[in-house]
Nanobody, 128 residues
């Protein structure tokens, strides 16, 4: 049974940085897609970034390109999201998700429906 546990959320001022982490357990696939998604109050779920294994190809939502970086440490089975130059509109609950066996061409931030394992989320609040 796959389990995803996020951490690293918090409250920061605009322009600040946060680093989210997601520890994965019960996951033994060699091909998979991992992603970060977020949901702001009163809004639908939005894809933020994805990363594919093997190969490490990444995809980002236009709203976070140049500010956020997704990465992973396979040895630690941990997914990261480095968030810089945070804006108030980045305020949301951030979720990590996994899609085992997903072809890299479908490993996109806009394909949330392809992900079948989700964490419980971590709150990020950015004040102006």
């Amino acid at each position: 049974q796959v389990q995803l546990v996020e951490s690293g959320g918090g409250s920061v001022q605009a322009g600040g940085s946060l680093r989210l982490a997601c520890v994965v357990s019960g996951y033994n696939y060699t091909t998979y897609c991992m992603g970060w998604f977020r949901q702001a109050p009163g809004k639908g779920r939005e894809g933020v970034a994805t990363i594919h294994t093997p190969g490490g190809s990444t995809d980002y939502a236009d709203s976070v390109k140049g500010r956020f970086t997704i990465s992973q440490d396979s040895a630690k089975k941990t997914l990261y999201l480095q968030m810089n130059s945070l804006r108030p509109e980045d305020t949301a609950i951030y979720y990590c998700a996994a899609a085992p066996g997903l072809y890299f061409g479908y490993c996109k931030s806009g394909n949330s429906g392809r992900f079948d394992a989700w964490g419980q989320g971590t709150q990020v609040t950015v004040s102006s």
